[in-house]
């Protein structure tokens, strides 16, 4: 079931056409590989690899139908990037349980230039409000990431509820990052009794379009 909601300005949705995936891989390398340098460049300017031939994306647009953020989701049982890649930052000992009800995000990304935009809600939020989305269409309880010490505190103060699957260890690349787990049933509880505006706003997902969306090729 594909994704697709308005916020304001901005459109939430899968990312399934070619033109759409492949301006997510854009977006990607100027994130990871211009800006981070956590991957070597691409001579076509995209970043792509295996796990891109078996995940779902979700990509936020803003006013002028620019692709600003976008994630990537895989569903079990397909391969995970915990299992492999970041697999020496889970725990010794420790196994991923990949249940059907199991899924892991990566590739999260902004473009630079929307990070510091005040807008309520964040693009972030609305990434975050799409992954939930997402993991209710999907059957998704238990969503997986590896995440850096900053996005874990982002993460926690927008209201969702993350835990640390083990402790942050120091990258190769000075960047300290842990496994973090975030389970969608004990977000609604806790949720609902503390936050409950942010959990109705999560909830819903607003479906008014103008017509004029229609003919720039997004649907």
């Known amino acids: 079931m594909e994704l ?11 990312l399934s056409a070619h033109e759409e995936v492949e301006a997510a891989f854009r977006l990607r390398h100027d994130v990871y590989c211009d800006e981070l340098k956590w991957v070597s460049p691409s001579p076509d300017g995209m970043e792509k690899d295996r796990y891109d031939s078996f995940s779902e994306y979700i990509g936020v647009y ?26 020496c930052l889970m725990p010794k ?7 059907h009800d199991v899924s892991e995000v ?39 990431m590896v995440v850096d010490h900053i996005c874990y505190r982002h993460l926690r103060s927008s209201g ?4 640390a ?3 942050f ?3 190769p690349d000075g960047v300290k990052a842990a496994v973090c787990m975030i389970d969608w049933r004990k977000f609604e509880d ?17 479906v008014h379009y103008p017509s004029q969306l229609l003919s720039h090729g997004l649907y």
Request: proline share 5%.
């Open 4 to 14: 697709l909601f308005q916020e304001d300005i901005h459109i939430v949705k899968t």
């Open 62 to 87: 803003d006013g002028l139908r620019e692709l600003i953020g976008q994630i990537r989701l895989t569903a079990s049982p397909n391969p995970f990037m915990i299992e492999k890649e970041f697999a």
């Open 93 to 99: 000992g420790r196994k991923i349980e990949k249940g």
């Open 106 to 144: 990566t590739r999260l990304c902004v473009k630079k230039e929307t990070r510091s935009s005040r807008l309520n809600p964040t693009i972030p939020q609305l990434l975050y409000k799409g992954m939930y989305q997402w993991s209710l269409n999907n059957g998704t309880r238990y969503l997986m």
């Open 160 to 163: 969702l509820v993350v835990e």
């Open 165 to 167: 699957v083990g402790d």
């Open 169 to 171: 260890i120091v990258m």
């Open 190 to 206: 806790v949720s609902m009794e503390k936050t409950p505006e942010f959990f109705g706003w999560m909830s819903k997902t607003p």
